[in-house]
């Protein structure tokens, strides 16, 4: 008789018979080795892989999103909203590029050159352009 990997097979199993044990341990190898298991379990990872990558694309941490989708599912996706947005934001006007741009893609500015360009001296420029004006 072929024998169900079940907890109440598991509670009803006698000990003391070897037979009885080996087919349950038989079973429940088999159970944990049957393909469509691993094919469920690949189709689910990858799915939330996906739904991690698409949520860190909006947050410009993709891969992020990607490996923590993967790792932990659900809670890598909510790992990934609540972290700090990869977007890299412009000194100018404010709004958010991608980490790797070069010029902001709202106002124009270089984005290297308004990086390293210190508060102080934005605020002095910004004052002899007023006084200027007068």
Known sequence: MEQACTLS???SLDQSDPDAVQALLQ???????????????LAITLFCAVVGAL?????????????WGAA???IGWLIVVLSRSGFVECVECGRPNAPAAKVCRHCGVDLRKAMQQSERSR???DDWASRRRD
Request: proline fraction near 5%; charge should be positive.
């Open 9 to 11: 097979a598991l509670a």
């Open 27 to 41: 079973a429940c190898t088999d159970a944990l080795l049957d393909p469509s298991l691993w094919w469920w379990a």
């Open 55 to 67: 949520i860190g694309k909006a947050k410009g941490r993709w891969l992020a999103g990607l490996l």
């Open 72 to 74: 932990l599912g659900p």
């Open 123 to 125: 605020l002095k420029r």
